[in-house]
Structures are given as C-alpha cells and as structure tokens.
C-alpha cells in the first residue's frame, strides 16, 4: 500500500528527498508520516504530516527535514538536508487511518507501513 523511494549514500552535509506514495487515497488517510531505524537504536518518528498539513518533528529533524504531502497524489514528500552521519538507517514511511482524525499528531497510530528505504550518510 505504501511506497517509498529516494533512499540512497551521501556525504555529510549534502541532501536526500524521500517519496511515498499511497494507494489509498489521502482522504482515508489522517496522518503519513515518515520514521526511521538507526543502527543499535528503536524505531523513531522523524515527521509527520496530517491532511490538513498539521506537522510534527523530531527533534534532530527540526531545521533541516521537511515534510509535505500532495494529497491530489496520495504522496507524501521528506526532505532532507545537512545530512549528519548519525541520519543513517532505514527509513519508512507510514500513514495513519481516518480514526486518528482527532487525535494530536503525536498520539497518530499508524496501520500501514512502507517497506523501508535505506539512507546512508558518509564523512
């Protein structure tokens, strides 16, 4: 159901944009967002992203990620700049149900998960 690509190695300091797209359509769709897994560490929300463009940030993506989403694409958009080697790891994306309509953007549940792709910062 979900769909992402962009994934790729860098170098510190330059940037990468993640894709992913749904095939469900964004009006059943309250959140999608964007996690991620680094090497000896838990899975971990970078942004999300809710239909009416409500966003919330980890606090090492704040300043340098973005998040977007093209509803009319069922697409939701990271990008990422000033890449840190600590960036590394699989990332991928999510999207929560219409019954996380009311909730914050930190309490979103997500059903749907993307297969990961995988995001390598060199010195």
């Known amino acids: 159901q979900l769909q992402a690509s962009g994934g790729g190695l860098v170098e510190a300091g330059e940037s990468l944009r993640l894709s992913c797209t749904s095939s469900?359509?964004?009006?059943?769709?309250?959140?999608m967002a964007w996690h991620r897994q680094s090497p000896g560490k838990q899975r971990e929300l970078v942004a999300t992203?809710?239909?009416?463009?409500?966003?919330l940030y980890g606090d090492f993506a704040k300043g340098r990620f973005t998040i977007s989403r093209d509803n009319a694409k069922n697409m939701v958009i990271l990008q990422m700049n000033n890449l840190k080697i600590e960036d590394t790891g699989v990332y991928y994306c999510?999207?929560?149900?219409?019954?996380?309509?009311?909730?914050?953007?930190?309490?979103?549940?997500?059903?749907?998960w993307g297969q990961g792709t995988q995001v390598t910062v060199s010195s």
């Open positions: 992203i809710s239909r009416s463009g409500r966003t």
């Open positions: 469900e359509s964004s009006d059943d769709l309250a959140f």
């Open positions: 999510a999207a929560a149900s219409t019954h996380s309509a009311y909730v914050p953007p930190s309490r979103a549940y997500y059903e749907y």
